[in-house]
């Protein structure tokens, strides 16, 4: 009587598999498990969905923008004395525009070399700065929706990239697995 394959969604909280599916003492055929994630596996599908952490702590950036910051305590005369004068929307636009361009290139250039680097959490970072530029000179307003397109769509490029990256690892490492899993079935068979 051959007992059947134990597949990960039956496991226990503590990882062990249910008693059903253990095999009994007098069982003598081989149990083959159903390859499992490896940690490799484990650590793409985590970076995989690290784009969307970053769109959303984006997306909390943007409400507190669209408000202007109004639940942030104001800065007082001495530090804005400290910092000076906030730069002119002439620049900052052009500075954004800039910015949004090369994201954009260097995310297409990682797309088309292969490369799994991803830099999310870095672009939240910048566009954040973009927020605080506008709302500082006092053109929040006029340049919310700028700041906005350009950031969601950065990071979804981004996270595009990363997820059919990492999607595609993912499916080599199981192939892998796979492999692994048929070469033990067949010395196992040969043994018997």
């Not at 970053?54 to 004395?81: K, Y």
């Not at 292969?114 to 566009?127: E, I, K, N, Q, R």
């Amino acid at each position: 009587m051959e007992t059947s394959p134990v597949r990960p969604e039956t496991e226990n909280a503590m990882g062990n598999d249910s008693p059903e599916l253990r095999p009994t003492q007098g069982d003598s055929a081989p149990s083959h498990p159903v390859p499992r994630d490896n940690e490799t596996i484990v650590r793409l599908k985590t970076k995989a969905s690290r784009g969307l952490f970053a769109m959303a702590l984006f997306i909390a950036l943007s409400i507190g923008a669209i408000r202007d910051f109004d639940f942030l305590p104001t800065l007082p005369p001495r530090v804005h004395a400290l910092l000076g004068h906030p730069p002119s929307v002439n620049l900052i636009s052009p500075v954004l525009l800039l910015y949004s361009f090369s994201a954009i290139i260097l995310i297409l250039s990682r797309m088309m070399s292969g490369s799994g680097v991803s830099s999310s959490f870095t672009h939240v970072a910048y566009l954040a700065g973009f927020y605080f530029f506008y709302h500082f000179s006092g053109a929040m307003e006029e340049n919310f929706w700028a700041v906005f397109a350009a950031g969601v769509t950065i990071l979804a490029l981004d996270s595009y990239h990363v997820w059919t990256y990492c999607t595609e690892e993912i499916k080599k490492e199981q192939e892998i697995l796979e492999e692994i899993a048929r070469k033990n079935h067949r010395e196992d068979r040969s043994e018997d």
